[in-house]
């Protein structure tokens, strides 16, 4: 039962273009979501989250919006850089949901490709 | 400050055999978290281990187990290999919940192919 998902598996964007990657997600308890991004041979590094209470959260050019009642989010990127290009991951977790303990639920990635 | 690191990098074992990795937590970090990702999917939570202790389990049957020491680093066992556990462990910290714990750090990962 995937209760994150992300829909897309592959984006590609020109430089200097907006990047927007969506994630879907079933289960509305969840009151907390990340992005992470993972080059190859790395582990999963954090990008930016976004709490339950917000709709919008704001780092630099990364900006993640939250729609509660579409159980939505996505993540917006402007100006895309080449080294944007990642695997790009989201997760979202509930202090209710799951057994106890700092679960998080990840989708599937998508792939952004940024070509200079 | 030190990262989350992980061993070893990559193993290949034979279906039946059993496997263990380690993981040592970023410093300032003590709970630590294990995540299964196969080829083509997102991670999978399997434990998290806090005080030393088994506090929260994802779907994964008993043959998949863990430890943590008291320096916060931890190991994942699994018994009675299967092909279909092939796939990246990765090994993940974090402060407790509640303490702007709500991030976790990934390592690189270790990489288990079963044959």
């Known amino acids: 039962d995937q209760q994150v998902k992300q829909n897309s598996p592959s984006l590609s964007v020109q430089e200097g273009r907006i990047s927007i990657l969506n994630c879907d997600y079933t289960n509305s308890m969840f009151d907390y979501f990340l992005w992470y991004k993972k080059y190859p041979a790395e582990g999963p590094t954090f990008l930016i989250s976004?709490?339950?209470?917000?709709d919008k959260n704001e780092d630099g050019r990364f900006t993640v919006f939250l729609n509660k009642s579409a159980k939505h989010l996505s993540l917006h990127i402007v100006p895309s850089q080449p080294g944007d290009s990642a695997v790009y991951f989201c997760?979202?977790?509930?202090?209710?949901?799951?057994?106890?303990?700092?679960?998080?639920?990840f989708g599937t990635g998508t792939s952004l490709t940024v070509i200079p | 400050e030190t990262g989350v690191t992980q061993s070893p990098t990559h193993l290949i074992k034979t279906r039946g055999q059993q496997v263990t990795l380690r993981c040592s937590s970023q410093?300032?970090?003590?709970?630590v978290s294990w995540y299964q990702q196969a080829l083509g999917q997102g991670p999978q939570f399997i434990f998290q281990?806090?005080?030393?202790?088994e506090n929260g389990r994802g779907n994964f049957p008993p043959r998949f187990s863990g430890l943590q020491f008291p320096n916060y680093s931890s190991e994942l066992n699994v018994n009675a290999l299967e092909l279909d556990d092939s796939a990246l462990y990765l090994c993940?910290?974090?402060?407790?919940w509640g303490s702007g714990a709500n991030v976790l750090t990934f390592g690189a990962g270790s990489r288990l192919t079963v044959l």
């Open positions: 976004i709490s339950s209470i917000k």
């Open positions: 281990y806090y005080r030393e202790e």
């Open positions: 997760a979202a977790s509930g202090r209710s949901v799951g057994n106890t303990g700092n679960q998080f639920y």
């Open positions: 993940a910290s974090s402060a407790a």
């Open positions: 410093s300032g970090h003590n709970t």
